[in-house]
């Protein structure tokens, strides 16, 4: 997992530790590892896939239970495990097209919920580093600077007649550049945490629009965004699979 030293740390040992005492962390690592396994070894790939999508499916049932039940004592492990649910997701797409991207989308989404009600809990205990922004990040890569020009551009003022999609993708185009800038401000990698934060933080309205996809608009802001999914996929393997996405826009 990605971060400083300290956050890998933290992925590497204390996560696993806290895995043992709930199941569904348990199978969001194992997923995770699966799918993992499945990128290094092409020729047993489909082998460990279906274990990467059971335990997902497994982690899954379990999280939606914990999550009606968020406290100081799961909110750590209920973070790690709809984090990892993100990775995977990505990760074990069933094919890699913008059907199945929005799918993702919706898949995710429900992660803005546990995000919302455990990081300021979050702060306070052994997971910290991993939501806190980090104290010197390194200077931008100029493509990424570039890149939030283009978004800024994208977010243009709505009036009274402006449509429910133009308002859609006004919020959408705000939240792709309000979470780009943030990740850039905090974050080691910021193209992997921006390209994590806008799935789900997008309003339900926006991916219905995105399900058509006619309006130009919401393309121009998901094509912007599978630029940015494919810049992340240069240094994550769990993305690779997404390169050359944007082409289909």
């Not at 980090?134 to 402006?162: D, G, H, N, Y």
């Not at 997404?242 to 289909?248: A, D, E, F, K, L």
């Amino acid at each position: 997992m990605p971060g400083t030293e300290h956050v890998k740390q933290i992925w590497g040992f204390a996560v696993p530790q806290e895995a043992f005492k709930y199941p569904f962390l348990l199978h969001s690592i194992l997923a995770f590892s699966a799918n993992h396994l499945a990128y290094i070894n092409p020729s047993k790939a489909a082998h460990f896939r279906i274990a990467a999508s059971a335990h997902q499916s497994a982690a899954l049932t379990s999280l939606n239970h914990a999550v009606a039940n968020i406290g100081h004592l799961n909110c750590h492990a209920i973070f790690a495990a709809a984090s990892m649910t993100v990775i995977n997701a990505f990760a074990d797409a069933r094919a890699y097209n913008l059907d199945v991207l929005v799918e993702t989308f919706q898949l995710v989404r429900g992660m803005d919920y546990v995000l919302n009600n455990v990081t300021d809990m979050l702060k306070k205990g052994p997971f910290a580093a991993i939501v806190l922004p980090v104290e010197e990040t390194p200077k931008p890569p100029s493509l990424l600077s570039a890149f939030l020009v283009e978004i800024q551009a994208l977010s243009r003022p709505t009036t009274a007649e402006s449509s429910p999609d133009d308002l859609a993708a006004a919020r959408a185009a705000e939240v792709l550049r309000n979470g780009l800038q943030y990740a850039m401000n905090s974050s080691t990698h910021p193209a992997l945490r921006a390209a994590m934060i806008w799935p789900i933080s997008v309003t339900p309205e926006f991916i219905e629009a995105l399900k058509s996809r006619t309006h130009p608009g919401v393309r121009a802001i998901l094509k912007h965004y599978c630029k940015l999914l494919e810049y992340a996929s240069l240094d994550f393997w769990f993305f690779t699979g997404w390169r050359g996405i944007s082409q289909h826009l």
